[in-house]
């Protein structure tokens, strides 16, 4: 299987809700763990420490709530991108919108592809790119 590289991202404290938001929009299964499953005393027990959603598509996100004692800084250094040639991501895109901001609608852009950008309903940015065949 070798190395895998995965988007981890840190909620605060609404972990929970995104992860299953998530699997509503792309599908597959999600795994969460809270703090106390895994005998963490120092964060609340019904909070989530880690998340695992595996798509049907091949994607794999995943997700946890901050401890308290850590920082959360909410900001737009990262952003989740999806990009491809289905057809599909524009669902995503849709989906994904619901509750959150269209920072750049989906459209064709001057380098010939589709693509557009959202802050989701959890202050998440995503990005989306849908290469066009070249005619």
Not at 50 to 74: A, I, N, Q
Not at 102 to 117: F, H, M
Request: glycine share 12%.
């Amino acid at each position: 299987m070798g190395s895998q590289l995965n988007p981890c991202i840190a909620f605060n404290g609404n972990a929970r809700q995104a992860m299953e938001f998530y699997r509503d929009v792309f599908g597959g299964k999600l795994e969460m763990g809270t703090y106390a499953e895994f005998g963490s005393p120092d964060a609340p027990a019904d909070k989530i420490m880690h998340s695992t959603l595996r798509t049907p598509d091949g994607y794999t996100l995943m997700g946890w709530d901050v401890r308290e004692k850590m920082p959360f800084h909410p900001g737009n250094n990262v952003a989740v991108f999806l990009g491809g040639d289905d057809a599909e991501l524009r669902g995503y895109f849709e989906r994904l919108s619901a509750g959150g901001t269209v920072t750049l609608p989906l459209d064709k852009q001057s380098w010939g592809d589709e693509a557009g950008s959202l802050v989701d309903q959890f202050g998440i940015t995503w990005m989306v790119n849908i290469t066009q065949q070249q005619s």
